[in-house]
């Protein structure tokens, strides 16, 4: 299938590019190395470097056999990204480009402006791309669990009707994010499900929960594959950088009281859900919805889980609480539909103490690389 | 009370700062005359010319003693937007300041990319020039009923409360609406209650319906003070498209069915609204929304009510139905809340046959002003 990764560069992107090249997909990847940029801004550079695109595809190419077609280009940049449908006609296109990290869409204006207009523009680049060039291509994008926020009552999966005096309609599941990126999010919901039932084109929304994880099968191959693996307060997501502080022997930092839940997803399994997705298409006029993660935890499990397994392999890990920069339910109701995907015949790897050793062993070998200056939160959601 | 109002040239703006003025507001108007280049790029310019906004300030003072300050800027340039709000500190901005055509929005690519990049961007400049220089100021911000859509169920106020399994939480009433410009409201309504909930600030969001009229108290001063008034098919509402074609002796175009049902509201009662709001603002941290509208109708009991009206005028009006350029639901549920400005004392001016022969015949003085080229639909939702 020809298939078209926007944020090819990204954690998930460049694994994703790698695994469909290797499936024998016909793939290409744009990126505009936003994310690289924003973490030098920041301070926020991956644990271990990551040759640029050009390189990697190379490397991969050379070792694998598998080409990965790159372009580096902005997305927001209409005449750049049309010409590229126009030229490719991708079948599928998969949507990571977008700026991800909650805290930084925190810092001030500027950041937060940039994190809308980077995230709608490409969205919106994106709906009319396909509509304009390639009207039947499946766009798959990634959306996040955080859209939803933390509701008091249970989240369905992406739609819920109402009954209201004995009339009923299915509208989209109401959503309230709990940072601005989460929200431009929201907002590209909103388009999605705008362009799609106007004009008929073919939509998977991925609301995604945080995700986890080292390496893939491809990333194996060579370290300089590896999938840029943040551990700081800007991108790492609260289980990569658990276990960095389990290793780098600095306690895990719980964020307030730490019973937030969230449903969590091994990076594997991101790649196995884009791709069953992909396998299996919606109907044209179609805005369909997963809720991609498979099993919840709250803050404090995943801290026991990793503290566990760190004092097994003679880590000495502790916990600390500390306030949370957040503005967030501590304590709050969470149950979320996520069947979806499993009927797809998704396989689940769940975080078992063995994954989580595997993920630890690969960080001890870079424990000199780790600077433990990036891990405290710098952005708190009271200051702005 | 120190009032900024953005979007101060147009068809509500002006209106309402000449009668905040004369009630001894100290006002300031910004607009970048955005609507004035699409009208003259779209061949869609209104009934009468208006003079540019210094212009009608001088006039309007010569006449009246009060003064208006006028600003030329964009609000997406948060320099010139911040600024003023560093210098004014005011204590509310009425937020008019949107591309508001539909069918521009409908264009094409660069029409709505155009929408979305300057509504969202102005509404998101708005938030942050409160925060950083005037924490306490109310925005009141238009929204449309538009938001909402034709859902099958009534139309709540705002917020809706969803019961499941024992368990109650409040939203916002689910929004899907029915071009990319409503869209863009919905996405501005997004932004606002993240921005609310996270940094309290003080909001009311007025989702306001089609809005009719000609003339208020302060424009009868003089011609060259009217509001802008379209007829044409990119800024004309209905009531005031129909009313030209009354007097042009074209039938009224009915598109589809004529079974569209929405609320409407007087140019002067949304003067009234917004100066009640203005008046009793919310608490600091609260997203308060109304739906502004006072009574509903059919297109056809519109069609209906201008005729008789007309044809009592001796004007022999005809009524046409013609394919519908918009995808919309032609008969549909509608039952809407709108208690909330009633509550605030709103004192409703409603659609009178004395009313409509009062618009009618300000109208005809002006006969020989209409460009009966301007009246029929040229953008079609299909057609992108």
């Not at 005096?165 to 709990?178: D, H, S, V, W």
């Amino acid at each position: 299938m020809r298939v078209l990764i926007l944020g090819g560069d990204g954690y998930l992107g460049w694994p994703t590019a790698m695994a469909f090249a290797s499936r024998g997909h016909d793939v290409t990847v744009i990126d505009n190395y936003l994310r690289r940029k924003i973490a030098v801004e920041t301070g926020s550079e991956a644990l271990l470097p990551n040759p640029e695109l050009f390189k990697r595809a190379d490397i991969f190419h050379s070792i694998s056999g598998h080409r990965i077609r790159v372009e580096i280009g902005d997305c927001t940049d209409y005449g750049m990204l049309s010409a590229i449908f126009k030229d490719l006609r991708p079948e599928a296109v998969v949507h990571y480009a977008e700026q991800p990290s909650a805290p930084y869409s925190m810092i001030n204006y500027d950041c937060a402006r940039k994190t809308l207009n980077n995230n709608i523009n490409t969205t919106f680049n994106l709906i009319w791309a396909v509509m304009e060039h390639a009207p039947e291509c499946h766009i798959i994008k990634l959306g996040t669990m955080g859209e939803y926020g933390t509701p008091n009552i249970d989240i369905e999966e992406g739609w819920i009707e109402i009954e209201r005096n004995g009339r009923k309609e299915t509208f989209l599941y109401p959503r309230q994010a709990g940072s601005l990126y989460h929200t431009t999010k929201v907002l590209d919901t909103d388009l999605l499900w705008f362009y799609v039932r106007t004009y008929g084109i073919r939509v998977t929304d991925l609301m995604q929960g945080p995700v986890y994880g080292v390496s893939t099968e491809e990333a194996e191959l060579d370290e300089r594959l590896f999938p840029n693996f943040h551990y700081d307060d800007i991108f790492g997501t609260v289980v990569n950088r658990f276990l960095v502080q389990a290793v780098a022997g600095v306690p895990l930092t719980v964020y307030g009281k730490g019973e937030q839940i969230r449903g969590y997803i091994n990076i594997n399994d991101t790649i196995q859900c884009v791709e069953l997705v992909m396998k299996n298409p919606p109907k044209k006029g179609e805005l369909r919805i997963f809720n991609q993660f498979t099993e919840k935890f709250s803050v404090n499990e995943i801290a026991e889980k990793i503290s566990r397994v760190g004092n097994q392999m003679k880590l000495n890990v502790k916990i600390m609480s500390i306030e949370n920069p957040r503005k967030e339910k501590e304590e709050h109701y969470y149950n979320v539909r996520h069947d979806g995907l499993l009927k797809l015949s998704l396989k689940p790897a769940y975080m078992t103490d063995e994954v989580l050793r595997g993920m630890m062993s690969k960080v001890i070998k870079y424990k000199n690389r780790i600077d433990i200056g990036k891990i405290m939160p710098r952005v708190s959601w009271r200051a702005a």
